[in-house]
């Protein structure tokens, strides 16, 4: 979607710290992390939010729902993270194409 930041991201037109990346979903880390680990993962598909989320869909989600455990051990999370997905303006989303937080501390090396 042509004034989509997250597509830009997805297209490469903006720079992120992108941490995984594979043919239908893309993960960076966010412009104003709110924990240690804050990373957004996104579907290179552009919809807009869950609420938008079609039966086409349903394969690609579940594919990122895998996804995130894998991405959060790889950031030493394996202890536990935080996800999130806000939905509409009433959920406090602000960016307009779904995308899934991925939040938390990673725990100290024993
Ligand atoms: P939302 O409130 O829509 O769920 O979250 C949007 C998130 O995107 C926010 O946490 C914000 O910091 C992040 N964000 C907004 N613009 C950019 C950007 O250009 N680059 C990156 N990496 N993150 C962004
Ligand atoms: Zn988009």
Do not use: N, Q
């Given at each position: 979607m042509?004034?989509?930041?997250?597509?830009?991201?997805?297209?490469?037109?903006?720079?992120?710290?992108?941490?995984?990346?594979?043919?239908?979903?893309?993960?960076?880390?966010?412009?104003?992390?709110?924990?240690?680990?804050?990373?957004?993962?996104?579907?290179?598909?552009?919809?807009?939010?869950?609420?938008?989320?079609?039966p086409e869909h349903e394969a690609l989600l579940g594919r990122m729902m895998l996804k995130v455990p894998q991405i959060a051990a790889e950031h030493g999370l394996a202890n536990g993270f935080k996800t999130q997905i806000n939905t509409g303006k009433g959920g406090g989303q602000e960016v307009f194409h779904l995308h899934v937080h991925i939040l938390g501390t990673p725990s100290k090396a024993v």
């Open positions: 042509a004034d989509c930041i997250f597509c830009k991201i997805a297209d490469g037109t903006i720079p992120a710290d992108v941490v995984y990346e594979d043919s239908e979903m893309l993960c960076f880390k966010d412009i104003r992390p709110a924990a240690p680990v804050h990373l957004l993962l996104i579907p290179k598909t552009h919809f807009d939010s869950l609420a938008h989320a079609a």
